[in-house]
C-alpha cells in the first residue's frame, strides 16, 4: 500500500484503526474543571473552554503515532545493481542405449553437503537418514558410461554450489531426441536433484541434430530465454557416433557462433577415445575442445578443468531498496505520551 510517492507501508491494516481513534478518547475521558479566582486573568475567555481538550489531543496524537508506527513507513530508494562473476553453463548428457555399457575406474561414495542433499528421514529407529546419491552399480559392481557421467556431473554441479560464484545451470538428456531438461537456473540446489534422476530410462539411438531437435537447438533455446552471462558453455557427454551431413554441420556451427557457444565434448569409451567421429569435428570447427575419457577419474578431471574456464561479469538488477522511518514515529509518539501525561496532571489538578 502506497500513500506518497516515496512511503510504503510493510503493515498498513493497523492504519484502518485510525478512524476509531476519537470515539473511546471523547467517550471515557475524565472530566476535569480547570478554575480561576479572577476571569481578568485570562483576557481571552475563549482559550479557557480548550485549555481541558489538551490532554486528549495529545494522547489521541501518541495513538495515532503508534499506528503509523505499527505499520511500518519505509522509504522508497532508487533500484540497485550488483556484479557476479558467473557463467551459463548447459550440460547435455548422452542417455543413449550404448551409455550402459561398462567403464573402466572406481566411483568413490561422496561425503555429505551441508545444505545440498535431499532432507533427512527418519528410519525406524527413530535416527536421521540423510539421502544421498550413490550410483547404481550391477550385482558385480561394475561401473557403467552413464554412472561416471552422472557422478562427474554431480560433482560439478555441487562444486558450483559451494563456490557460490553466480553460474547458472541448466540439464539436458537426450537419445534420438532431448527426453528431459530443466532450464538455466540459479538454484544448483534443484540441478542437484534433479541429475540424481538423469539414468533413468535410459533410450534408443543418438541424435546429435541431424533430425532437429538436437541438445544443440535445445541448449540455444534455454541461452536464448534465460541467459544472463556473455559466457556461455555447453557440455556435451556423449559416446555416440552420429554421423551429420554437411547441412546438420553447417546448421549447428551457425547457432554455435550466432550465440557464441563454447562447445565442451566429453567423449565416454573407446569410441570418442580413439576415432574422429561427427560430434568432434564440430567442436573442432567451431573452437570447441574435446576431452576422451576412458575411465572415470578422466572424466572428473575433465569436468574440473572446464570448470576453471574463464567467467565474464554478470549484472543482477534488484528491486528497489527500502529504508525503515517507524523509528521516527515511535519516537515522536514517546514524545507526545509525556505531553499528555504532563498536561493531564497540570490542567485537571490544579
Given at each position: 500500500m502506497t500513500i506518497l510517492n516515496f512511503v510504503n507501508f510493510a503493515n498498513p491494516w493497523w492504519l484502518l484503526l485510525l478512524p476509531l481513534l476519537p470515539v473511546p478518547l471523547f467517550l471515557f475521558h475524565n472530566k476535569g474543571h480547570l478554575g480561576f479566582s479572577n476571569h481578568r486573568l485570562l483576557p481571552k475567555q475563549r482559550i479557557v473552554r480548550y485549555i481541558p481538550l489538551f490532554p486528549r489531543l495529545l494522547t489521541s496524537a501518541t495513538l495515532a503515532l503508534i499506528l503509523v508506527a505499527l505499520a511500518r513507513p519505509q522509504v522508497a530508494g532508487p533500484p540497485t545493481t550488483r556484479t557476479i562473476i558467473g557463467r551459463d553453463i548447459e550440460i547435455a548428457v548422452d542417455i543413449s542405449f550404448s551409455m550402459s555399457a561398462e567403464f573402466k575406474g572406481e566411483l568413490k561414495p561422496e561425503a555429505p553437503i551441508p545444505g545440498l542433499d535431499l532432507p533427512p528421514t527418519i528410519d525406524t529407529r527413530g535416527k536421521p537418514q540423510i539421502k544421498r546419491w550413490a550410483p547404481k552399480l550391477e550385482d558385480d559392481g561394475k561401473v557403467k558410461r552413464c554412472d561416471a557421467a552422472q557422478h562427474a556431473v554431480l560433482q560439478f554441479i555441487a562444486n558450483r554450489w559451494k563456490a557460490q560464484g553466480g553460474d547458472r545451470v541448466g540439464l539436458i538428456l537426450f537419445d534420438d531426441r532431448p527426453r528431459y531438461s530443466w532450464p538455466l537456473t540459479e538454484d544448483l540446489r534443484m540441478i542437484y536433484r534433479k541429475?540424481?534422476?538423469?539414468?533413468?530410462?535410459?533410450?534408443?539411438?543418438?541424435?546429435?541434430?541431424?533430425?532437429?531437435?538436437?541438445?544443440?537447438?535445445?541448449?540455444?533455446?534455454?541461452?536464448?530465454?534465460?541467459?544472463?552471462?556473455?559466457?556461455?558453455?555447453?557440455?556435451?557427454?556423449?559416446?555416440?557416433?552420429?554421423?551429420?551431413?554437411?547441412?546438420?554441420?553447417?546448421?549447428?556451427?551457425?547457432?554455435?557462433?550466432?550465440?557464441?557457444i563454447r562447445l565442451y565434448v566429453v567423449g565416454v569409451g573407446e569410441t570418442l577415445a580413439k576415432k574422429d567421429v561427427a560430434i568432434i569435428r564440430l567442436a573442432e570447427r567451431n573452437g570447441g575442445k574435446v576431452y576422451r575419457v576412458e575411465d572415470s577419474q578422466a572424466m572428473s578431471d575433465c569436468f574440473a578443468e572446464i570448470d576453471r574456464t574463464e567467467r565474464s561479469p554478470i549484472t543482477v538488477a534488484q528491486d528497489e531498496t527500502r529504508s525503515d522511518i517507524f523509528f521516527y514515529f515511535a519516537g515522536a509518539a514517546a514524545i507526545t505520551m509525556v505531553l499528555a501525561l504532563l498536561a493531564g496532571a497540570i490542567i485537571l489538578n490544579r
Amino acid at each position: 500500500m502506497t500513500i506518497l510517492n516515496f512511503v510504503n507501508f510493510a503493515n498498513p491494516w493497523w492504519l484502518l484503526l485510525l478512524p476509531l481513534l476519537p470515539v473511546p478518547l471523547f467517550l471515557f475521558h475524565n472530566k476535569g474543571h480547570l478554575g480561576f479566582s479572577n476571569h481578568r486573568l485570562l483576557p481571552k475567555q475563549r482559550i479557557v473552554r480548550y485549555i481541558p481538550l489538551f490532554p486528549r489531543l495529545l494522547t489521541s496524537a501518541t495513538l495515532a503515532l503508534i499506528l503509523v508506527a505499527l505499520a511500518r513507513p519505509q522509504v522508497a530508494g532508487p533500484p540497485t545493481t550488483r556484479t557476479i562473476i558467473g557463467r551459463d553453463i548447459e550440460i547435455a548428457v548422452d542417455i543413449s542405449f550404448s551409455m550402459s555399457a561398462e567403464f573402466k575406474g572406481e566411483l568413490k561414495p561422496e561425503a555429505p553437503i551441508p545444505g545440498l542433499d535431499l532432507p533427512p528421514t527418519i528410519d525406524t529407529r527413530g535416527k536421521p537418514q540423510i539421502k544421498r546419491w550413490a550410483p547404481k552399480l550391477e550385482d558385480d559392481g561394475k561401473v557403467k558410461r552413464c554412472d561416471a557421467a552422472q557422478h562427474a556431473v554431480l560433482q560439478f554441479i555441487a562444486n558450483r554450489w559451494k563456490a557460490q560464484g553466480g553460474d547458472r545451470v541448466g540439464l539436458i538428456l537426450f537419445d534420438d531426441r532431448p527426453r528431459y531438461s530443466w532450464p538455466l537456473t540459479e538454484d544448483l540446489r534443484m540441478i542437484y536433484r534433479k541429475g540424481q534422476f538423469m539414468q533413468h530410462g535410459l533410450g534408443g539411438g543418438t541424435n546429435f541434430g541431424e533430425r532437429p531437435p538436437g541438445p544443440i537447438d535445445l541448449a540455444e533455446e534455454h541461452f536464448k530465454e534465460l541467459g544472463q552471462s556473455q559466457t556461455r558453455v555447453l557440455i556435451l557427454v556423449t559416446d555416440g557416433e552420429d554421423e551429420l551431413s554437411s547441412w546438420a554441420m553447417d546448421r549447428l556451427s551457425q547457432i554455435i557462433q550466432k550465440n557464441k557457444i563454447r562447445l565442451y565434448v566429453v567423449g565416454v569409451g573407446e569410441t570418442l577415445a580413439k576415432k574422429d567421429v561427427a560430434i568432434i569435428r564440430l567442436a573442432e570447427r567451431n573452437g570447441g575442445k574435446v576431452y576422451r575419457v576412458e575411465d572415470s577419474q578422466a572424466m572428473s578431471d575433465c569436468f574440473a578443468e572446464i570448470d576453471r574456464t574463464e567467467r565474464s561479469p554478470i549484472t543482477v538488477a534488484q528491486d528497489e531498496t527500502r529504508s525503515d522511518i517507524f523509528f521516527y514515529f515511535a519516537g515522536a509518539a514517546a514524545i507526545t505520551m509525556v505531553l499528555a501525561l504532563l498536561a493531564g496532571a497540570i490542567i485537571l489538578n490544579r
